[in-house]
């Protein structure tokens, strides 16, 4: 059941997966619910403070938004964007905990954007 704009996006964002505002935007016009851009941004802004967004930020890429049960570790190409979730192993992050123990830090999950170049992106640019 929606409640209005957060709750609209609440429903589209898992069909979705990782996405940018405007593919939000973009999803929910095709739902037959067109909204601003700005009014898009503050229901975003809206979640992520409680807790029920994450957003992947990255330098010079545009912001992706998943629902907080989807965050993780992302691959994030910065010539197109693509996305790509990366499971780790259980290994590497008990090591991440173990690490982070040692600086005295509790490690919540691990939420990270590793940014690079896709596999397309980089056939694509060699001669
Ligand atoms: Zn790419």
């Given at each position: 059941?929606?409640?209005?704009?957060?709750?609209?996006?609440?429903e589209?964002l898992?069909?979705?997966?990782?996405?940018?505002?405007?593919?939000?935007?973009?999803?929910l016009?095709?739902?037959?619910?067109?909204?601003?851009?700005?009014?898009?941004?503050?229901?975003?802004?809206?979640l992520?403070?409680?807790?029920?967004v994450?957003?992947?930020?990255?330098?010079?890429?545009s912001?992706l938004?998943?629902?907080?049960?989807?965050?993780g570790v992302?691959?994030?190409?910065?010539?197109c964007?693509?996305?790509?979730?990366?499971t780790?192993?259980?290994?590497?992050v008990?090591?991440?905990r173990a690490?982070s123990?040692?600086?005295?830090?509790q490690?919540f999950e691990?939420?990270?954007?590793?940014?690079?170049?896709?596999?397309?992106?980089r056939?694509?640019?060699?001669?």
């Amino acid at each position: 059941m929606r409640s209005g704009a957060p709750g609209a996006l609440l429903e589209v964002l898992p069909r979705l997966g990782p996405t940018t505002a405007e593919g939000v935007q973009r999803a929910l016009a095709e739902d037959g619910l067109p909204l601003a851009l700005s009014s898009i941004y503050t229901a975003l802004g809206a979640l992520e403070r409680r807790g029920l967004v994450r957003a992947l930020r990255a330098p010079g890429c545009s912001t992706l938004f998943v629902r907080a049960e989807a965050a993780g570790v992302y691959l994030l190409c910065r010539r197109c964007g693509g996305v790509v979730p990366l499971t780790l192993p259980t290994a590497y992050v008990d090591a991440l905990r173990a690490r982070s123990a040692a600086h005295g830090w509790q490690l919540f999950e691990p939420h990270a954007v590793l940014t690079g170049r896709c596999g397309r992106c980089r056939a694509a640019a060699s001669p």
